[in-house]
């Protein structure tokens, strides 16, 4: 009886490492977190759908750093939700340049975005789109008869009215003890100018080669110092939060979803954070572009490739890895994950509630009216978007006035390459 | 005759058994030699190249080591690190000791107390940071609201808003946490100097300051070495209580090195930053040698 158990056992061993070793394991790394429940269960479809694959997902917080381990330790996940172009150049990326079904179903603009600018291939597909600009409040705003500004002159019109009439309420509340939100209005506002008046195209080959001559960044009138010199005079005639420099994107969403404040800049991520917050939103939340703050310039707003997946080259597992994103990337799965992610599909045969209708129309206006611009992916590589946010956090803690900033941005950014 | 054999046969096996145990060492060594002399000969060979993280490493000699003196983010970051392990190696010492001094004392409740005072110790200073973040936050945190209460709160005002300030919190953070396990060192070692002395100071008339500066202060050197040798070298590599309070901001103003290692490393200079984590365990181990010195010659 016990060598029959045993020979039992040890058959039943051997299969489960037979099977083992016959499954195809593909390793799927991702940043998100909130897709992981529902790629758990898409997952969990997937691998009862095609026996002999495995997927398995592993979410980091910081993603971004955390692969740098991995590539650095040859540990390279088959499939990725992180992507920089340090990686591309690099050639850690796998062309996908050729799966035109994938192709043939995304928005053309998401199509460019997801287009390397060097090689003029597609390393990524991106599922989704996401928006940033201003989201206010649209009860106060119509308690004060105000709309949403489209100048810089309107704007500070409308934080001067919303400090006077509602003393208690932060006109534009602005969590900077996270740099990367700080970072952000560079990137939505100079930055932002510079995308418009350059063009989309220009103005990335103008960050690749560093143009200064076309970049500008430390002129004592360019996009870099007027953006210091508003900033600092909002600060200063109290138009945004006292506590600037430590408050977070949680003292953020506290404030402005029980009325204290009127307007915050952000993307369209975190419009869930809102909503969980406080349902009873849905209808008072409404969305603005950045205004025009230079001469001659139009109001912006950052409509950019969200949620990119790229597969490693060095993948042994690319069928089983393309298998996957197949299935990920059909209609159905899209429409539920643009519904968890907040922010549209890119895919042009997904519809889905991705937000309540009165805020999804209203972000579909603000795309129709303003100049929309992408994130800016050629900055250099010893430059992030953090380390802008930290010199923005010094112009607001009293280290430089505008031109001052001006140059110390231009100095940081050439160093950087 | 016999006699001299039996001498010469135990000697023999002494050192054969002395030899025996020397060979008891070699795990540990093994494990030494694979944990930390061979990543730090790894380390010193990576910090002359200009590697990455994932791309081919060039040969730069020492680049990085002249572009890190060059470079004035680096110096503040110098500047801070030390300022802060100044201030928190003197403050938990005499923090410390002053809680030894009472917690030698017998009262009620001693123990309790004792376990109070070390607690924060045994927590994630991260976690710990981000407590005390919660209760600081200008304009939002719980001691701030107290303090509003008691119409105080502008004692607390903005304090991340200028550098002497911030760094005051960020090292007061610190010594809250780790008094307590300064204090159990200062205990311990007042409880091996003999009640004796003391007593023998105070019968030939010794006040009770002169007992405790030529009695209890020079027999206390074994613990004061450890302490300052400990808080120098865990305050010199100090990153979570910044990272959870400031985030080494405003800008990078209260960064230290060991974040700044980190941020150049994540920032695909990882040649660079392992150049400055070199410099890192010579700043370390500079003020660690002349304490050491010191107060051995006291000892």
Request: glycine content about 8%; proline content about 4%; overall charge negative.
């Amino acid at each position: 009886m016990k060598k029959v158990l045993a020979l039992l056992l040890a058959l039943t061993l051997c299969l489960s490492v037979l099977t083992a070793v016959a499954d195809t394991k593909v390793s799927f790394f991702t940043g998100k977190i909130e897709t992981i429940d529902l790629l758990n269960g898409i997952i969990d479809e997937f691998n009862a759908a095609n026996p002999g694959i495995v997927v398995e997902q592993e979410y980091q917080n910081d993603a971004s750093s955390v692969i740098k381990v991995k590539f650095a330790s040859g540990e390279v996940p088959d499939v990725m939700t992180t992507y920089e172009q340090e990686f591309v150049d690099q050639g850690k990326y796998l062309d996908l340049s050729d799966m035109s079904d994938w192709w043939s179903r995304l928005v053309p603009s998401m199509k460019d975005s997801c287009t390397d600018l060097k090689t003029g291939k597609q390393f990524r597909v991106c599922t989704n789109m996401t928006m940033a600009g201003f989201f206010y409040n649209k009860e106060i705003y119509a308690k004060l008869g105000l709309t949403p500004a489209t100048t810089w002159d309107e704007f500070v019109a409308n934080l001067t009215t919303i400090k006077q009439q509602m003393p208690d309420v932060t006109p534009w509340f602005i969590f900077g003890k996270e740099a990367w939100h700080l970072g952000h209005l560079i990137e939505f506002i100079p930055h932002g100018y510079l995308k418009q008046t350059l063009g989309a195209l220009e103005c990335k080959k103008a960050m690749l080669n560093n143009d200064s001559a076309k970049l500008n960044f430390g002129a004592a009138d360019g996009a870099m110092a007027v953006f210091a010199q508003n900033l600092l005079d909002l600060q200063k005639n109290g138009l945004i939060n006292e506590d600037v420099l430590t408050a977070t994107s949680d003292n953020c969403v506290e404030a402005f979803v029980t009325g204290k404040a009127a307007m915050f800049s952000n993307g369209m991520w975190a419009l869930s954070g809102l909503l969980e917050a406080n349902p009873d939103m849905a209808d008072k939340i409404g969305f603005a572009p950045y205004p025009a703050y230079m001469p001659n310039s139009k109001p912006v707003v950052l409509c950019a490739e969200d949620s990119g997946y790229s597969i490693s080259a060095t993948s042994s597992n690319v069928d089983a890895a393309k298998a996957f994103l197949n299935y990920l990337f059909n209609a159905d799965n899209q429409k539920k994950y643009s519904e968890a992610l907040g922010s549209p599909s890119a895919f042009t045969d997904v519809d889905a509630n991705w937000a309540p209708a009165a805020f999804a129309a209203e972000v579909k206006n603000v795309l129709n009216t303003a100049v929309n611009i992408g994130f800016t992916n050629e900055k250099p590589a010893g430059f992030s978007g953090d380390d802008a946010g930290r010199l923005v956090q010094d112009l607001l803690a009293g280290t430089y006035d505008a031109q001052g900033f001006a140059k110390a941005y231009e100095k940081a950014w050439n160093e950087g390459f | 005759m016999q006699s001299k054999g039996w001498v010469a046969n135990g000697a023999r096996h002494k050192r054969h058994r002395r030899e025996y145990t020397q060979y008891m060492s070699l795990p540990a060594l093994l494990l030494f030699c694979a944990f930390f002399v061979y990543p730090l000969i790894r380390g010193v060979g990576m910090s002359l190249t200009d590697w990455d993280g994932m791309g081919e490493a060039t040969f730069i000699g020492l680049n990085n080591f002249a572009r890190f003196f060059q470079d004035a983010r680096a110096m503040g970051d110098i500047k801070t690190t030390l300022i802060f392990a100044a201030g928190s190696a003197i403050l938990l010492n005499l923090v410390g000791l002053m809680y030894a001094l009472l917690m030698e004392k017998p009262f009620h409740g001693r123990s309790a107390t004792r376990v109070i005072i070390y607690l924060p110790a045994i927590i994630s200073p991260l976690i710990m940071g981000y407590i005390w973040y919660f209760l600081l936050q200008p304009g939002r945190g719980f001691l701030y609201h107290a303090m509003e209460q008691l119409g105080t709160s502008f004692q607390l005002g903005n304090w991340m808003s200028d550098y002497p300030t911030t760094m005051t919190v960020l090292i007061l953070v610190n010594v809250w946490q780790y008094a307590g396990m300064t204090m159990i060192i200062y205990l311990a070692g007042l409880q091996n100097i003999s009640s004796d002395l003391r007593e023998a100071a105070m019968i030939d008339g010794a006040s009770t300051w002169q007992r405790f500066t030529r009695v209890t202060l020079p027999l206390l050197m074994p613990a004061i070495r450890i302490n300052i040798v400990t808080n120098i070298i865990g305050s010199l590599s100090v990153f979570d209580v910044i990272m959870s309070l400031t985030e080494g901001g405003p800008g990078y103003a209260t960064e230290s090195l060991s974040i700044y290692i980190m941020r150049m490393c994540y920032g695909s200079r990882t040649g660079y930053s392992t150049a400055v984590a070199m410099i890192l365990f010579m700043i370390i181990l500079i003020p660690v040698l002349i304490s050491m010195r010191l107060t051995r010659a006291k000892d």
